[in-house]
Each structure stands twice: as structure tokens, then as C-alpha cells.
């Protein structure tokens, strides 16, 4: 049974940074493309972040990108999200995701490709 653990979600203020970590027992996530999604109040669940096991490559949402990074330690088995200068607008569950049937991000990745998730982690901007 796969079960991940999301970490490093919390209450920040704006223009500070968060880094959240996911692993999972059951699964190497290092092996497939993993994703970051985020889901605030009364909204859908948005794509933040890719970052596939063949090459490393990462993708980033519109409204996340220059302020944003996924990265993985292989030896860890485990996906970063270094989230940087965090504004109000970001709050919200996050999510990370791993798409077992693909180990390249797709060109713009949706949560109906990934068919494992995480519990989710808060994260909160206010002042």
C-alpha cells in the first residue's frame, strides 16, 4: 500500500519562503514524474509544479514561475517544492502527486493524469 507524506506546509507572511517535501513508503518517486498541485477554498485544483524522473526537467504554473522550485533527491526518494517571495493568492492545500504510467511530465500536466496523491499540506500567507 503506497501512502506519501507531505511536509513543511504552515502560517507564513507574505514575501517569506516554505519548502514543502514529499516522500512516499510503497513508491520511489524519484521513478516517475511527480507533480505539485494546490487546491485554495471554493476553487479547483490548479497544476503548480512538474518534475519527471528521465531527465529532471520541471515545469511551472503561470503564477508560480520565477518564484517556484521542484527538485528531488534521488538517494531520498523524495520531491521538494521551494516556494519563495510567497504572496496572499498562494494559500492554499498543496498536493503532490506521482503519474506511475510516465516518467516525462506531459506538456501541461492535469491532476487526472496522476493516479497516486498525497494527503495535502497547508500553507498560509497572511500578515
Known amino acids: 500500500q503506497v501512502q506519501f507524506v507531505e511536509s513543511g506546509g504552515g502560517l507564513v507572511q507574505p514575501g517569506h519562503s516554505l519548502r514543502l517535501s514529499c516522500t512516499a513508503s510503497?513508491?520511489?518517486?524519484?521513478?516517475?514524474?511527480v507533480g505539485w498541485f494546490r487546491q485554495a477554498p471554493g476553487k479547483e485544483r490548479e497544476g503548480v509544479s512538474c518534475?519527471?524522473?528521465?531527465?529532471?526537467?520541471?515545469q511551472y504554473g503561470d503564477s508560480v514561475k520565477g518564484r517556484f522550485s521542484v527538485s528531488k533527491d534521488n538517494a531520498k526518494h523524495t520531491v521538494y517544492l521551494q516556494m519563495e517571495n510567497l504572496k496572499p493568492e498562494d494559500t492554499a492545500v498543496y498536493y503532490c502527486a506521482a503519474n506511475t504510467m510516465r516518467r516525462l511530465c506531459t506538456s501541461n500536466p492535469t491532476m487526472h493524469e496522476f493516479n497516486y496523491w498525497g494527503q495535502g499540506t497547508q500553507v498560509t500567507v497572511s500578515s
Open positions: 518534475i519527471s524522473a528521465s531527465d529532471g526537467s520541471t
Open positions: 510503497g513508491l520511489f518517486l524519484d521513478y516517475y514524474a
